[in-house]
């Protein structure tokens, strides 16, 4: 799962789809991962829509590749060097950034022993019979291949190297291969990175046979109100069909997901508040605590619906996943502290699915249940008609930013604020950006959200061309505040003030995606209970 800081919110994130489902490799990273986009879906208010809040608006991450990528070949994102240093403990040691490198000096070292070795053995060899040969005879003759007796000599010297090394159990040691892939790799003449890079590759045939392509569907707007984005199919799709893995992230005790406190400073701050967005996409049963959250591409986007319904649940095979049969007779605190996800699932087409149909799945008559009283019962928070998002005021790319004064009696909503990106800080620089946009630019960067803080607008002036600003920033780890003058309306945005946007609020819907009970294993119903509905919606905290 990937995780990270989220802005201003200061809340950790999960971002599911082909960035969670890469592994990391730090010496064979291929695959750039960028930001993803944010978009409220069209239509879709809170002062009208139950569905407010109830997806997540971050969508389309996309990954750019780093390098040529041969067919086969596996895919890495960067973790971070200090992902696996920090698990070592956990997972052993893991080559991280630089490893590689290190591996081959001392691997070619060691060769280099061999080498010589054989060398001294073939001159004194030649010394002796140097009188029968021409010169001719000595060039035809193939460079000496390492004798066996060499080669474990040389196993010795790495033994002895590998048990009395000061790296010993490093990652670096890591990266040396098994000695008995000495001579393969000895005779062959490939470097460390060449045979490792080598062992990443499967070919066409045996992925056609073991896996599931991942890129049968494609997002966009859902065809469903109040559903935000869906998928749809991108190649027609047979009945019976294997359509798409989905590996999972096993969260024992549901109560993870509780918020707590945050929303209105309550002191009360063992009251769980409501429940995290995840929820919403993650699978789960009414008589246990387990949560499974789905980490894979496009799962995310499948949304429910009982009638249209044109694919199923079913656990994963074995022989093309990381599932454990196993783990379905266990019970839930068996999955506690496990360091890897050992559980997946895939979907099957319970129909013919033709090219451009949106793909749904049944939630469960429990969901159903749950959103339909969610409906009727929903009623929009105070102050919802005056919302206005940091999204949507950002969209108007010809605005004059309002002074300090103005706001005074033209406030801006209160649940945005102003931002300024330090990227313009530096005179020189917004002379350079004035030169080369010399007029307001419909694309505002990406990059501004990165780098920025929050800032107040004192003054602006008419330069003729353009609208120039004069405002101040907070001076960094300090109280004080400093002036920057002469700021285009580019380095200036809006950001959404903490806690204020759709997914915080009171009254949005929340309720996992129900496992058919008829897979569901008994050895992980803990909860042992009968209940009705689980009204996670309505603030029952049973789940």
């Not at 045979?195 to 992925?207: A, D, G, P």
């Not at 699932?345 to 129909?351: D, G, I, Q, S, Y």
Request: proline share 7%.
């Amino acid at each position: 799962m990937y995780m990270s800081g989220m802005g201003t919110n200061g809340v950790s994130v999960a971002s599911p789809g082909f960035g969670s489902a890469a592994n990391s490799f730090m010496d064979f990273v291929n695959v750039d991962e960028k930001l993803p986009f944010y978009r409220i879906p069209q239509n879709l208010h809170r002062r009208k829509d139950p569905g407010a809040g109830a997806m997540t608006y971050h969508h389309s991450r996309y990954s750019n590749a780093e390098a040529d990528i041969r067919a086969g070949e596996e895919l890495f994102v960067n973790y971070g060097s200090p992902w696996f240093l920090e698990r070592i403990y956990s997972l052993g040691p893991i080559p991280v950034k630089g490893d590689y490198g290190i591996a081959e000096k001392l691997y070619r070292t060691l060769q280099k022993i061999m080498v010589d070795q054989e060398e001294r053995q073939g001159e004194a060899t030649n010394s002796n019979d140097s009188n029968e040969q021409d010169d001719d005879d000595k060039e035809r003759i193939p460079p000496p291949r390492p004798s066996p007796r060499l080669i474990e000599a040389a196993d010795m010297l790495w033994e002895d190297f590998m048990t009395k090394s000061s790296w010993d159990n490093s990652p670096t040691m890591a990266a040396m291969p098994p000695k008995e892939l000495h001579d393969e790799i000895f005779q062959d003449g490939s470097t460390l990175f060449e045979w490792k890079k080598s062992q990443m590759t499967r070919s066409m045939e045996w992925l056609e046979e073991n896996g599931i392509c991942c890129d049968h569907f494609h997002a966009g707007e859902s065809t469903l109100p109040q559903a935000g984005n869906g998928a749809f199919a991108s190649r027609v799709l047979r009945k019976g069909e294997h359509v798409l893995p989905i590996p999972l992230i096993h969260l024992p005790d549901r109560s993870v997901l509780d918020m707590k406190g945050r929303m209105d400073n309550s002191e009360n701050t063992d009251q769980p508040r409501r429940r995290q967005l995840l929820l919403n996409y993650a699978l789960g049963h009414r008589d246990s605590t387990l949560l499974l959250s789905p980490y894979g591409p496009a799962f995310g986007l499948i949304n429910h619906n009982q009638t249209l319904a044109n694919v199923r649940l079913v656990w994963a095979s074995p022989q093309r996943s990381q599932h454990k049969p196993e783990m379905l007779n266990k019970s839930v605190s068996a999955f506690e502290g496990l360091p890897s996800a050992q559980l997946g699932m895939e979907l099957v087409a319970t129909r013919d699915i033709a090219i451009g149909d949106e793909i749904f799945l049944d939630y469960g008559d429990e969901w159903e249940t749950a959103w339909q009283e969610h409906v009727e019962r929903w009623k929009p928070e105070p102050d919802a008609d005056r919302y206005q998002s940091a999204y949507e005021m950002n969209l108007d790319f010809d605005h004059v930013f309002r002074t300090e004064f103005e706001q005074l009696y033209d406030p801006y909503p209160p649940t945005v604020m102003t931002k300024f990106h330090k990227y313009f800080k530096d005179p020189d620089t917004t002379r350079k950006w004035l030169g080369l946009h010399p007029f307001q630019q419909d694309d505002i960067v990406s990059w501004r959200a990165n780098g920025s803080v929050k800032c107040n607008i004192l003054r602006r002036q008419d330069s003729g061309s353009r609208m120039l600003y004069t405002i101040a920033i907070p001076v960094d780890d300090s109280s004080d505040w400093t002036i920057v003058e002469g700021i285009p309306m580019e380095a200036m945005f809006f950001e959404d003030q903490p806690y204020s946007t759709d997914m915080f609020l009171q009254n949005a819907f929340r309720h996992d995606i129900r496992i058919p009970d008829d897979m569901f294993p008994e050895s992980w119903k803990n909860l042992k209970r009968n209940r009705n509905l689980d009204g996670i919606s309505s603030g029952d905290e049973s789940p």
